[in-house]
């Protein structure tokens, strides 16, 4: 068996490259999954914040109330002048409309900052299995 300049045979090294592209693929899927849930938070966010921006023309018209699951009913809106808003934890806090509108922007604002990290961990991950790939593939010939 021939050794490697590390002093580990051939086997052993395959082994060890191996493990390590397994274990960046597993956190490439994972940092992927994150960037998904991101996606999907902003274009929550994105939603809310249209609607917002729109509220002005809801008061004392009918519209479709969301219950879930697709179904919808009727109802006649008021004039909108506050929102409640999730704070985290399971916390609400009712907030006037431009109070909403500035809460949003500022989530979005964190969420896009959280987007891009994740970006930039995928991207270090992606060169990562290149490398570890690239490796083996050399001790493969070999």
Not at 49 to 78: D, F, H, P, W
Not at 88 to 106: C, S
Request: glycine residues 8%; without cysteine; neutral net charge.
């Amino acid at each position: 068996m021939g050794e490697q300049p590390s002093g580990r045979t051939r086997e052993e090294e395959l082994y060890t490259l191996s493990y390590l592209q397994q274990l960046y693929q597993n956190q490439y899927t994972a940092v992927s999954n994150d960037m998904n849930r991101s996606v999907q938070y902003m274009n929550d966010l994105n939603a809310a914040q249209k609607s917002l921006e729109n509220s002005g023309i809801i008061g004392g018209r009918e519209a479709l109330v969301s219950l879930g699951g697709g179904v919808y009913i009727t109802s006649k809106t008021k004039k909108l002048d506050n929102v409640i808003v999730g704070v985290g934890a399971g916390y609400m806090v009712e907030k006037n409309v431009e109070e909403a509108k500035r809460f949003v922007a500022d989530r979005i604002e964190r969420v896009t900052n959280v987007f891009n990290r994740l970006m930039k961990s995928r991207n270090d991950l992606r060169d990562a299995i290149m490398e570890v790939t690239y490796k083996i593939d050399e001790l493969n010939r070999k």
